[in-house]
């Protein structure tokens, strides 16, 4: 039977409502299980945020309305793993990837992506290898690893202290960090008095500590994550060091004060690329959003997350098309306002003018001071 538009109009019906939208999946990635699922999650969550309110304004692509949906992966913050979800998201023919948390899940997953000719905005990944590799749909939207390191070597060597001892987690992340401080550190005067590396699945640091504690360091720079930082502070306790702690954006955590307890405290520091989220122009009013969606309080990542996806979506729209080797040139040419701030890259895919901020703990949480 021929249902003609006038029909359907009697029936209260418009050519809208029978036109069926165009699905376009995003993927993102990170640990949504184990000891990182918290932040994974935050990223999920910020993503998630993102393309519903994307569907609630309504976008529509070359003549046709469509509807965002998001495929999400856990990479157990694994190299392997990741590239296997990577491969994944590839064959179910997402349209863009926001992810992954730990760079050494973005690196090799950014292979598969480049190969498959989808985009990829990490909103957590800081080693600067990622946007190194002259892919040409790799971006971030946080600042890189040589901003962070030397926002924590200089902070370290001219305010801590001039002796300084780094331990790294041997990540991507880690490492990547930690060399970047260590040359920041001798570039601000100081000493690194030793350097020594645990694993991201450590838990006793005593052997590690015991001789840091023998070279009678000023500052103890740990770069990895907040699962080991914790601890780490505990054992720090322990042995009776009484060196001030600084950490990245890993370890930059309100988990970290949970496994920290008591052994946390105006002595600790860390520090997060970007402002801080009551500072960042759109931050108070996601906030509010994204407590009300999800009920549950922003880590770190989840506005990076949001304005990545975001920069996916606008460059669509600047594109007017969801294909990716029409719309990825696109993504290097955004400039919107974020939640983070101005949201625009450079020509390695780096976010522009990547701010740190330096935190202290205070009054049971971290309090930003530089």
Same mark, same amino acid.
């Given at each position: ?54 569907? *609630? ?36 023919? #997402?349209?863009?990837? #926001? ?87 001798? *570039? ?32 103890? #720079? ?75 309080? #922003? ?11 975001? *920069? ?59």
């Amino acid at each position: 039977m021929k249902i003609t538009l006038v029909a359907l109009a009697v029936l209260g019906l418009g050519a809208s409502a029978v036109q069926a939208q165009e699905v376009v999946k995003l993927g993102t990635a990170a640990p949504l299980t184990g000891t990182q699922s918290h932040l994974g999650k935050d990223i999920e969550n910020g993503v998630r945020l993102a393309v519903e309110e994307y569907n *609630a304004k309504g976008v529509t692509l070359g003549g046709k309305k469509v509807k965002f949906e998001v495929m999400a992966e856990d990479d157990a913050a694994d190299p392997k793993t990741a590239t296997t979800v990577a491969q994944r998201l590839v064959d179910a023919g #997402v349209k863009g990837v #926001v992810g992954h948390l730990n760079s050494g899940a973005s690196i090799p997953a950014s292979r598969i992506y480049n190969e498959g000719g989808v985009p990829q905005v990490s909103p957590a990944s800081t080693n600067p290898r990622l946007t190194q590799q002259n892919f040409k749909s790799t971006f971030r939207t946080i600042a890189n690893d040589v901003q962070q390191g030397l926002g924590i070597g200089k902070y370290a060597a001219t305010v801590l202290g001039k002796k300084v001892a780094i331990i790294d987690d041997r990540t991507a992340y880690g490492q990547g960090l930690a060399d970047e401080v260590d040359k920041a550190v001798k *570039a601000s005067g100081g000493t690194v008095v030793t350097r020594e590396f645990t694993s991201d699945k450590a838990t006793d640091f005593l052997a590690i500590l015991t001789r840091i504690k023998g070279k009678t360091p000023d500052v103890i #720079v740990y770069s990895g994550m907040d699962t080991q930082g914790g601890p780490m502070l505990k054992q720090i306790k322990q042995l009776g060091i009484n060196a001030k702690f600084i950490t990245g954006d890993g370890g930059c955590t309100g988990e970290i004060i949970k496994l920290a307890g008591d052994a946390i405290g105006p002595n600790a520091y860390c520090t997060q690329p970007g402002l801080p989220l009551d500072k960042m122009p759109g931050g108070k009013d996601f906030n509010a959003r994204f407590k009300k969606r999800f009920n549950a309080d #922003v880590q770190i990542y989840a506005p990076y997350a949001y304005d990545a996806a975001s *920069a996916i979506i606008e460059a669509m729209k600047a594109a007017n098309s969801s294909d990716p080797a029409k719309y990825a040139p696109a993504i290097g040419k955004v400039n919107f306002p974020g939640v983070i701030g101005t949201v625009a890259f450079d020509a390695k895919g780096d976010i522009k003018d990547g701010a740190v901020t330096v935190y202290q703990f205070k009054g049971g949480k971290w309090e930003p001071v530089q």
